[in-house]
């Protein structure tokens, strides 16, 4: 008999063998893959540039997937909020890196300890933030039907864009061009700079780090055995609510760290502009697995390429316009052909 905690989606996924991979997920990777070798061949330089694009932005993105995932992993709620939360990280950084600290274009020396002490500061707030938003909208709705949770978090979504909008205006927020723009190599004439490898050796730690807390460690195994079976997790002495809180902070801190590097790597954020970088993070999740780690950032890093090379090249390539378009449509076919993801597993609906 098929019990209910079979029927969960595992917050670390098992990857066994290309053959829980189906053609679908193949395709779409090598048609990925075939889009950009073709384009490498036409317009080497251009290609290569649009390829460190795509990879920074998907770095980004991977750390806003992390959080939709590690929550739905727990809860199987899709937390729109999340995306919101990230947008108010980066507000929240232009605002500790301009009017408190008041760094400028080209910092330097000491003044990347004000940065790190920023992004301390904007994790932690976002953390709060995001915890607090469980406390309050989602866990006295716990017991209720699947659809109420959800109306919620979309609410909570429109309730932070308008925090952000009376706080800082409808107007884009500027941020000081503080990330080095130093050469680390080239090849041709493209030049790979520091802003863009910063994004991704931060991405890279956070995502081994995730993995070894929700295997390796005490809470991980809490985190675990929550997602699992709450009220079994419940009986074996695990605090249920406070591990939820703990997820959901973490979550947040991830939401605020992505907050300050876009805005840094941007250097722009408005108070609409989570709404739409969260759905791209959730179709990233969506794509690589939701309830998977190394999924999300899977997921997140395609979607970057995909992103990039749409908007890089005009060779057989829609467009900007298209981006969003293009995106979507993937979740689509993701939801109908792979429900599960790239790196999810098929798990049967138990009674």
């Not at 605002?95 to 790190?116: I, K, M, N, P, R």
């Not at 909570?156 to 000081?176: C, T």
């Not at 993995?211 to 002495?237: E, F, I, S």
Request: proline share 4%; net charge neutral; aromatic share 10%.
């Amino acid at each position: 008999m098929t019990t209910e905690a079979s029927a969960q989606v595992p917050l670390v996924g098992k990857f066994r063998g290309m053959g829980v991979v189906p053609m679908f997920g193949l395709l779409l990777v090598a048609l990925v893959l075939a889009w950009i070798v073709i384009n490498f061949v036409k317009e080497l330089e251009a290609s290569t540039n649009v390829l460190f694009i795509g990879i920074t932005q998907g770095a980004i993105y991977a750390l806003v997937a992390l959080g939709y995932t590690l929550v739905y992993g727990i809860l199987e709620l899709i937390n729109f909020a999340h995306g919101d939360v990230f947008m108010l990280g980066g507000m929240i950084s232009a605002t500790f890196a301009t009017s408190v600290f008041g760094l400028e274009s080209g910092a330097s020396g000491a003044d990347w300890l004000l940065v790190v002490l920023t992004l301390l500061i904007t994790m932690l707030l976002c953390g709060t933030i995001n915890a607090s938003i469980e406390l309050i909208a989602y866990r006295p709705l716990r017991g209720a039907p699947r659809l109420a949770p959800l109306i919620t978090a979309i609410g909570m979504s429109f309730i932070l864009q308008d925090i952000a909008l009376a706080w800082k205006g409808p107007n884009f927020i500027s941020v000081p061009d503080i990330l080095p723009k130093g050469r680390i190599f080239h090849i041709g004439g493209v030049v790979y700079q520091w802003n863009k490898l910063i994004v991704v050796l931060i991405t890279v730690p956070v995502l081994i780090g995730l993995v070894y807390l929700v295997q390796n460690t005490r809470q991980g195994k809490a985190m675990r055995a929550t997602a699992q079976d709450m009220d079994a997790a419940a009986m074996m002495g695990i605090n249920v609510n406070r591990t939820i809180s703990f997820t959901f902070l973490i979550a947040g801190s991830l939401a605020g760290a992505a907050g300050l590097l876009y805005a840094l790597y941007v250097t722009n954020v408005r108070y609409d502009q989570g709404f739409q970088l969260g759905l791209i993070a959730f179709t990233a999740a969506v794509l690589g697995g939701i309830g998977n780690l190394p999924g999300a950032v899977l997921g997140a890093l395609l979607i970057g390429l995909i992103q990039a090379f749409n908007e890089g090249f005009k060779w057989h390539a829609p467009g900007s316009d298209w981006t969003q378009s293009i995106v979507f449509s993937i979740l689509i076919l993701i939801l109908v052909f792979r429900p599960e993801g790239l790196l999810g597993e098929r798990t049967p609906e138990g009674a």
